[in-house]
């Protein structure tokens, strides 16, 4: 964890001093407004840190507020470190090929203060067209057939969003519009692969935070797996919030449903990392288990996707990437992942990664939508 704690710092460290030298750099112009600049960008830029670190010293209300500004914030910090890249490169090339017009090297520095005014009316342009977009969700409708063995089903609807990430962002009100979707779509089991929480239980439950699990109906029930947020908020307390809120969550485990089919989940490969654990192997999990019917696995981080296939895993549900959530970092999620969102087929097992339903960080989606999936299972 202090690993883990310590990259985050330095790199979050690291850009925002870059940002701040060209934002300096542009107010050359007017140095009366160095002094304010300064004085924003600090509270900005350490507003979601200061909240994290003095959370039970703090209102609600500004403690609230602090997240916004802080979760916003890791927007800008992207649309901002574009911008400047870009036109750092405009300027190296124009030191090799002149390729700037008189009218801006004569009034470079009234130029350079334009660019960054322009460049935060830009940033905030994509991040308030972005958290729109956080809030319309979505529902993927997915036709599946699975080999029906000895299951007596004909048919399974499931519903499955994974990625709530409940927050003062993420709240309970916006997690009363999810099962309310939910439930329109008249599930048979909800299925939730992983990242509940980003925050203590206490917390969540001060704030109310949670109750509309309660409203969910199906006829069997809502399961979960472990997503790394719960390792990172704290595995013992983030469980004990999902199990109190009628999910029953399961953590390498494997359960018949209906002597028709199985629920497989696995511990999120992140636990080593957090409690120097290792989560069981997925053959040691389906030990046991009937050969003649079918197996569902929730697995939240979409990496060797083949040990579902070497199990003979019918369908696995993953979450994890957001399809990195922000324009253009998906670029980057579709190098990582061999499927960072939507559907795949390996041999018999099929894959759906969803880009989940809530947010991490700014409440900012620029590179997907929310996403709740209506899966309907065919078996044959």
Request: glycine content about 6%; aromatic content about 14%; overall charge neutral.
């Amino acid at each position: 964890m202090l690993i883990f704690f310590s990259v985050f710092f330095a790199v979050y460290a690291a850009i925002n001093y870059y940002i701040f030298i060209r934002g300096w750099q542009a107010l050359t112009i007017f140095p009366h407004l160095k002094i304010i600049y300064l004085i924003v960008f600090l509270f900005i830029s350490l507003s979601y840190i200061i909240s994290k670190f003095l959370t039970d010293r703090l209102s609600s209300f500004l403690y609230d507020a602090l997240q916004w500004i802080g979760s916003f914030w890791f927007a800008f910090m992207l649309y901002f470190v574009l911008s400047i890249v870009l036109l750092d490169i405009l300027r190296l090339l124009n030191n090799f090929f002149s390729i700037f017009p008189v009218s801006i090297l004569n009034n470079y520095e009234v130029w350079k203060f334009g660019t960054f005014i322009a460049v935060i009316v830009l940033s905030s342009c994509i991040a308030a067209a972005g958290y729109i977009n956080t809030r319309i969700l979505t529902v993927k409708n997915l036709d599946i057939i699975l080999d029906k063995r000895s299951s007596p089903l004909k048919e399974l609807r499931i519903v499955s969003f994974a990625d709530i990430h409940l927050t003062t962002m993420n709240n309970e009100k916006f997690l009363s519009r999810i099962i309310d979707k939910t439930n329109s779509l008249n599930p048979d089991i909800v299925l939730i692969p992983g990242d509940f929480v980003d925050e203590k239980s206490d917390w969540l439950d001060s704030r109310g935070i949670g109750e509309s699990f309660f409203r969910i109906k199906s006829k069997y029930g809502t399961y979960a797996c472990t997503g790394n947020h719960e390792y990172i908020v704290g595995i013992k307390d983030a469980s004990k919030f999902i199990r109190e809120h009628d999910i029953k969550l399961l953590q390498d485990e494997l359960v018949m449903i209906d002597s028709a089919f199985y629920i497989a989940a696995r511990d999120d490969r992140s636990k080593k990392q957090f409690t120097g654990e290792l989560r069981k192997p997925l053959n040691e999990i389906l030990t046991g288990r009937n050969e003649n019917l079918p197996v569902i696995l929730m697995d939240h981080t979409p990496f060797g996707l083949e040990e579902a296939e070497q199990n003979n895993v019918d369908l696995q549900l993953s979450g994890h990437t957001h399809h990195a959530q922000m324009w253009p970092l998906n670029y980057i999620t579709q190098m990582i992942y061999e499927k960072d969102w939507g559907y795949l087929k390996k041999g018999k097992t099929q894959y759906y990664v969803t880009c989940g339903i809530g947010t991490w960080g700014p409440p900012v989606r620029t590179g997907s939508r929310t996403e709740i999936v209506n899966i309907k299972v065919k078996f044959r």
